[in-house]
């Protein structure tokens, strides 16, 4: 799979853990780069808009993901 494309404007990807800089880049490998349609963000991003992606959302919590989506449905 391609990188997807909102990796040049995704405050995740381009700021978050500059405190945990492996974690961080074990993610952006998963999410951002094999498999962006898993990416939580990803999923909010795309059903309900970019601006409504929590800042706390990592790419990996897919629970909190499904539960904003039903909240916003």
Not at 12 to 37: G, R, W
């Amino acid at each position: 799979m391609s990188d997807c494309e909102k990796i040049p404007t995704c405050p995740f990807f381009n700021d978050n853990l500059k405190n945990m800089p492996e974690t961080a880049e074990k993610l952006k490998e998963k999410y951002c780069h094999e498999n962006y349609s898993l990416c939580a963000r990803y999923k909010v991003a795309q059903v309900l808009g970019s601006e409504k992606v929590p800042g706390h959302l990592f790419p990996n919590m897919a629970d909190t993901a499904e539960f904003i989506l039903q909240e916003n449905q």
